[in-house]
């Protein structure tokens, strides 16, 4: 055995990996590792042409017995640790990302690094994905959307959220479903909820005209008409002849008028609006409007002012007719 002689066929090794010749490579690893079969080192090269074939199982079989050749012979942890890696990546390269990440966990307990910890949170994420994916059935969150809209029928909203919980998670992207919970959460007195669930089924589809009237109710639940209206306004948008919706705007109106000192002092408490009102430049234009109605259509092509203008709108603080 020729520990001299073995580097240098794993010198002649790395000059054929540069020059991307793998076979030339391969030749010349296999022979430094018969002239030194206790070095891990040669393995894990064996491991990284294997790895630039695509011949990934190969790898992982590679990587594996530089592990077993290494702790026999007390290598260095830090050379384990790259076998782990590097099988970690083979094995998420054949799409075993359960397995790829035990290996990184491997290696990581040989040899801490940022790279490796950020592979495997990076792992974590896919995995909740897939299994998310694997999960999802349209057809059993069908079944489940029957069931919790039996529940809602019969009062019983609590249990009614959970087969919609369900539903959801057996189809995510569907947003009738969310408006069903919203609901739920509605006569639960969960506004909160039902408001992100209404947002969430909204996001999904901008169209859904149930969606802003449920917001809507909840909104004027939560003592908002403001926002309230603003919701039911995006639902006659949809549907100017909404019964439903035409029929809460003008509560939500009605609100507004009715107790306006208390909208106003609600309004005044939202850091957002605060900020609006500070701006000497929309205090400006607030002026403007008030003297020449006309202005505020100049003013509402610039997007950053609309956004202002419909916050106070939203709030309660001023109306435009």
């Known amino acids: 055995m020729s520990n001299a002689e073995a580097l240098k066929e794993k010198e002649l090794g790395n000059g054929e990996y540069k020059k991307k010749n793998f076979d030339g490579a391969l030749e010349h690893y296999r022979k430094a590792v018969e002239l030194d079969p206790t070095d891990i080192t040669f393995r894990s090269n064996i491991a990284a042409v294997y790895f630039e074939q695509k011949e990934f199982q190969k790898c992982i079989d590679e990587c594996l017995s530089a592990v077993e050749l290494g702790r026999e012979n007390r290598a260095d942890y830090k050379l384990i640790a790259k076998a782990f890696a590097r099988a970690g990546n083979a094995y998420r390269k054949l799409g075993d990302l359960k397995n790829a990440k035990v290996c990184f966990e491997k290696s990581l307990s040989e040899h801490r690094t940022p790279e490796t910890r950020s592979l495997i949170s990076d792992l974590d994420k896919l995995i909740k994905e897939e299994e998310r994916k694997a999960y999802v059935d349209p057809a059993k969150a069908e079944e489940e959307k029957e069931k919790g809209n039996e529940l809602f029928k019969k009062g019983d909203y609590g249990t009614a959220v959970k087969h919609y919980s369900e539903a959801i998670m057996r189809n995510p992207d569907d ?12 006569k639960l007195a969960a506004f909160d909820l039902g408001l992100k669930d209404c947002d969430k089924c909204l996001e999904l589809d901008p169209t859904f005209i149930k969606g802003y009237i449920r917001k809507g109710k909840i909104l004027q639940g939560m003592q ?41 002092k609600r309004a005044m408490n939202d850091p957002d609006v605060q900020a609006i ?10 002026e403007q409007m008030q003297s020449d109605p006309k202005a505020l259509q100049d003013h509402l092509r610039n997007p950053e002012i609309a956004v202002k203008i419909q916050k106070l709108m939203d709030s309660g603080l001023i109306a435009i007719r």
């Not at 947003?175 to 509605?186: H, I, M, V």
């Not at 949809?238 to 019964?243: E, L, M, T, V």
């Open 175 to 186: 947003p009738k479903l969310y408006s069903n919970r919203a609901a739920c959460y509605t």
């Open 224 to 264: 908002d008409p403001g926002k309230a209206l603003s919701a039911y306004q995006k639902a006659l948008e949809i549907d100017a002849n909404n019964a439903e919706a035409m029929q809460g705007a003008e509560q939500a109106a009605y609100g507004l008028q009715s107790n306006p000192e208390e909208v106003r």
């Open 277 to 286: 009102l500070r701006d000497p430049a929309m205090r400006l234009i607030l």
